[in-house]
């Protein structure tokens, strides 16, 4: 299974970035699909999930209210929509898959995801 991560860029505070993530080399009846984030110096951090089936989604709540994850079954893709960035946003954001529905306590955590993306970089300066 490829992860494919893409969309970031350099976008003032405020303003707004869409990322998305292409899932190719295997197909699954299920999965769960995450987004996190590491800054520098930091360690790795959960932004928010989504299960392809009935579309249960999380969020790490500094982001509630202005990210928002969808996902295209069809074309294996999800979405992160980032409204109203903060500097504090400014960090790598990987995407990550497992085949497998996770509940909602788990898909926070990093060590559940089984396939991970390229990764890439999300900047908010002025």
């Known amino acids: 299974v490829q992860l494919q991560a893409f969309g970031g860029g350099v976008v003032q505070p405020g303003g707004s970035l869409r990322l998305s993530c292409a899932a190719s080399?295997?197909?699954?009846?299920?999965?769960?699909m995450g987004w996190f984030r590491q800054a520098p110096g930091k360690e790795r951090q959960f932004v928010a999930a989504?299960?392809?089936?009935?579309?249960?989604?999380a969020y790490e709540d500094s982001v509630k209210g202005r990210f928002t994850i969808s996902r295209d079954n069809a074309k294996n893709m999800v979405n992160l929509q980032m409204n109203n960035l903060k500097s504090e946003d400014t960090a790598v954001y990987y995407c990550?898959?497992?085949?497998?529905?996770?509940?909602?306590?788990?898909?926070?955590?990093?060590?559940?995801?089984?396939?991970w993306g390229q990764g890439t970089q999300v900047t908010v300066s002025s």
């Open positions: 990550a898959l497992t085949p497998r529905h996770l509940i909602l306590s788990t898909m926070r955590d990093e060590n559940e995801y089984d396939y």
């Open positions: 080399g295997r197909t699954f009846s299920g999965y769960t």
């Open positions: 989504i299960r392809r089936t009935g579309g249960t989604t």
